[in-house]
Every structure is written in structure tokens, then in C-alpha cells.
């Protein structure tokens, strides 16, 4: 059977990344990057969706990114609320963390040589992406072209291909698809700005996306019930 | 004045390195990567010689890449004693860090997107690379690729350059440019296997190919002048 890294924020695109790994056939081995990030809202999601998906190995690699700080989701720098799409277009968010994807894909990189996984899943989107630059195609294919260089694996003929099955969908097609594979979008947390006890806020650009997309499916998104009660 | 990322991990490379990145004129913040090495002479290294150059900017940021494991140098595997040229030469050894440049070059993209840094120094070395496929000129040009694309000052029209002055220098040329410009190499460590207070094995590879190197240039290596007494 072969082995895939599946990047895992506990987010909806990486847990529906998940489980499109585990429909095409792979073992999965789930990789969340402990980033330093404000909140663990995120890492506890990611805890639920590998229970929930029956995934047995779950490596969670600290990096201490907010030693280096630079973003809304590291520092103490208010998320923006209540945008509308226009504002989200405009520029690259304050809750962009410099590099993250770069950083993410390299540990997943590290991990994937020693466990002789030969993908590795991510699931950025360049639709709905918020304008981040490294959820580009162009970022992937270039991560692509560096992996291939960078392991020994490499060097010895054997390539790790890097998927990004979302790349190229809207919000409301990886919802689709993640329901066709059964995925209960209420164990996954996207929000920036958290509840202290961890609920969505449904008020940041990450929770009106999802919400959004939710709602032109004709459904209220999972994780914001509570708002509606 | 222009601000330099340098990658310092207090060894005989990188710290030549930020002594090449100071003598161009840039102001340079150090950044050294702790991913979960089993010994701490290379940091503690690292301050010593960010002190002695007079670095007012220097962070240690966690990877905690022992938890993935794969390495002599992160896990409990034995490092190579007492081997010639030959068996360098012959395979990537153990001493190989699964995706370590291309982890520490993420998070030095990172903090110099922060930092608003336009170069990132890095002190690789193709020539006594001891096998290390991230130590080749065609992986650093892919990182710059990538890098290019990855950052939200690239996108903005401000590039990061990745500098790598040693790439193709050998041993004896980057010792020779490090003394001309006054760095005191006793206070560097490369060893892989030190003993308990920190001291250099001199039987390592990263401690053979450096004293072979001072040799070369009629000089007795600083960190082994121990062994010699």
C-alpha cells in the first residue's frame, strides 16, 4: 500500500484532503505543523478529523514560527471581521503567515522521506484563496521542482509527488466532494479568531467563506450552528 | 543599510558566511534553525560567534524535526568514525538530515519577509558536501525559484536573493576567506559527534574534512588543537 503525507491543519480543505488521499487508495500519514499559532482550536480539530477518519499514524512537528511573528494568526494583531468580498480580494490579509506553506510543505518533505511516503497531500486553493501567494499553481509546481532536487530519495530515482487536489475548485466543489466521502464538516475548525472555548466566530474572512459556500449549497456550515440557534 | 538573513548554525561554513554577508556591507540578522540536534555545541557556537561579530539581531527558532527522525543527527544512530575520502565520497551518510536546507531556507524566507531582509545568506557547499543533495547549486536555484513565488514581497515586486558564496569553494578557499577577513574559527564547532563538554571528536567526517583542510594550509585546526597536546 502506499504511503502519503497528508498535510493536516484541522481545517475543511486539509481534512477533506485527507479524506480524498484516503479515497485514492493511500495509507495515510497525517502531519499537522504546530506553528505557534494564537490559538490550538485548529490542532484539537485536526485531532478529531484523525479519529474520525481512522487514521493511526499522527505526527504533530512543532515550528516556532511566532518567534519570528509577522501575522495576525502568530502575533498579537486583531483578524479582520466582517469583510465583504471586494475587501478580501483587495490585498493579502494580515492573517497571511510569511512562508507558512513553504515551511509546511519542507517538514512534510523531511517526514515524508523518512517514512518512504511517496505523496504529499496539501490543500491550498488558488480560488478561494484569500491571496495568499504560496496557494498558487505556480507555487506547487516550483515546490515540485525543489522536492525532486532536495532528498536523497530523490537522488536515488525516487520522485515524492506533491498533490493539490483543491487547487483549482471553489469552496462549494471541495464541500461536495467532501461530503460524497462521508466527511462531517462539524469536526473541522477554519476560523481565526475563536470563541474561548473554541467555537467559530463566523465574523472573519476564513468562517464567511466557508459559511458562504455552505449556503449556496443550501446547507448552514456545521461549525456555525451555534450561531443560528 | 540592507538587511541580511544569515543561516547560522555555528559551524565553519555558515559562520564564514556572516562574516562574507557583513564584509558586503549588509546588516545581518542571524538565524539559527534548533531542530532537535542530539548535541548543543552548534548553538551554543552560534552565540559565541554572533558575539564576537558584533550581531545585534539574532533568533533561535524550534523545528522539532527529532520527532520525525531519520537522522545520525537527530536520532540515536551511531555517527561514522575514521572514514577516508573514498567512503565520503561513496553514499549519502547517515549524518543526513531528511529536507534540512529546504526547511531551514523556508524559515529564513519567512523571517526575512519580516524583517523586510532582501538577501538570505546560506553557507552550502557542493564541492566537501559530504553527499548532501541540498548542498547542490541546482537546489539552491530552485529554492530562489520558488522563493520568487512564494512571499507576499515577492508578489509586491521585492525579491529575496539567496546567496550562497561557498557553493562552489573548496574547504581550504572558504578558510582562507574567512582569516582574511579576521574570524576566528576556534570559536566554531562542525563537529557531529562532540564529547560531553563539547569538544570536537576530530573523527567525524565534518571534522576530518576541516582539519584536513587547515592542514593543507599549514595550519593546525583550532577546535582539535586538544587532541594535538
Known sequence: ???????LSGGLDSS?????????GFEVAALTVDYGQRHHAEIE?????????????HKTVKVDLSS??????????????????????DEIPITYVPARNTIML????????????????????????SGYPDCRPEFVEAFQTLANLATKRAVEGQMIRIESPLLMLKKTEIIEWGLRLGLDY???????????????????????IR????????????????LSR
Chains 1, 2 share one sequence.
Do not use: W
Open 1 to 7: 500500500m502506499n504511503k502519503a503525507v497528508v498535510l
Open 16 to 24: 477533506t484532503c485527507l479524506a480524498i488521499a484516503q479515497s485514492k
Open 45 to 57: 480539530s485536526a485531532d478529531r478529523v484523525v479519529a474520525a477518519l481512522g487514521v493511526t499514524e
Open 68 to 89: 519570528i511573528g509577522g501575522s495576525a494568526l502568530t502575533d498579537a494583531i486583531d483578524v479582520p471581521k466582517d469583510r465583504d468580498e471586494a475587501e478580501m480580494a
Open 106 to 129: 519542507s517538514v512534510a518533505l523531511g517526514y515524508a522521506e523518512v517514512i518512504e511516503a511517496d505523496s504529499i497531500y496539501i490543500g491550498v486553493n488558488a480560488v478561494d484563496y
Open 186 to 208: 462539524g469536526l473541522t475548525h477554519s476560523c481565526y479568531d475563536p470563541t474561548a472555548d473554541g467555537r467559530a466566530c463566523g465574523r472573519c474572512d476564513a468562517c464567511l
Open 211 to 226: 459559511s458562504a459556500a455552505f449556503e449556496e449549497l443550501g446547507q448552514v456550515d456545521p461549525v456555525l450552528e451555534h
